[in-house]
């Protein structure tokens, strides 16, 4: 999340710019979902399921909502959706501040959810909204910068989790990729450039790990998504588009899922910062290379 947001306003004034179209990918709609509907906001992790039709999201004041898209020849129009319900504490209390900042999101096939917290580092499993339970913690986790920790989750085909965080560290240091299996280990590295920071990730149907990433040059947001092959020893990945500044709000959270024409579509949703100036956005690519 961004704490700070500089001529906010110009972000939905300034929509208009195209995406780059010299990459693999299609701009099929931005949906608007007024704060009106979900009386909430800053919505940093997002799940679909294979259907295309139900959510889940995560906010970073420490609220779930699960929902049903409506859409139009496959074109999001509307949302139905339950009350944001709060994420417990281990404790069974109500999470308050940076303790409850809740980043990324993780659907696993049995239901079992995780959800990455910065501000105080860690991964919880949820049964439900209500049912915290802790997962293993490394020590690396505590070295984090602050505001800037496991900000992207993803489950592989394996059912394991795996976390990538905000910040590298330094500014020609590639973001770690930690997968956990009873331990964190680090399985790769995402190369950094052009000022982009991981904020979201999640495994698609080909099996390849695709990573939300935004940059804030100082007057606007820009995104980025990119996809990589964990097997291989390229950091660099694929690009699959690049919006321009102002294109969209402050994307977070990601979903990769396979529409019923067989195309591999990724769905993001915005971090409003619960700012009047921003807006909850969901935004859908359809991915067009193999």
């Not at 935004?214 to 690009?239: H, N, Q």
Request: glycine residues 12%; negative net charge.
């Amino acid at each position: 999340m961004l704490k700070w947001i500089a001529r906010a306003g110009v972000l939905l004034l300034c929509g208009c710019a195209a995406t780059d179209r010299t990459l693999p990918a299609t701009h099929l709609g931005t949906y608007i979902w007024p704060v009106s509907e979900h009386h909430y906001g800053g919505f940093s992790g997002l799940e679909i399921a294979a259907d295309g039709a139900r959510f889940v999201a995560v906010s970073d004041r420490a609220g779930m909502v699960s929902g049903r898209f409506i859409r139009e020849n496959g074109v999001i129009t509307g949302i139905e959706a339950a009350p944001v319900q709060p994420l417990a504490h281990l404790h069974g209390r109500t999470m308050q501040g940076s303790k409850g900042d809740a980043e990324g999101l993780a659907l696993r096939d049995d239901g079992q959810m995780f959800v990455s917290f910065e501000g105080v580092h860690r991964v919880w499993g949820y049964r439900a909204p209500d049912q915290p339970s802790d997962l293993p913690r490394d020590p690396r986790f505590a070295q984090m910068e602050g505001n800037a920790g496991l900000e992207a989750l993803a489950i592989d085909g394996a059912g394991r989790l795996v976390a990538i965080p905000e910040r590298s560290g330094q500014l020609t240091s590639g973001f770690p990729v930690w997968r956990l299996d009873g331990t964190w280990t680090e399985i790769s590295t995402i190369a950094r450039s052009h000022g982009f920071l991981p904020v979201g990730a999640d495994f698609g149907p080909d099996g390849r790990l695709y990573v939300l990433e935004r940059a804030f040059p100082g007057f606007g947001f820009r995104s980025r998504l990119r996809r990589f092959d964990l097997t291989s020893d390229d950091t660099e990945g694929e690009t699959l588009f690049t919006s321009a500044t102002w294109q969209f709000d402050n994307l977070e959270g990601l979903a990769v899922w396979q529409d019923a024409g067989g195309k591999i579509r990724a769905t993001m949703v915005s971090d409003d910062n619960f700012r009047r100036l921003q807006r909850t956005q969901f935004v859908e690519f359809r991915i067009d290379s193999p």
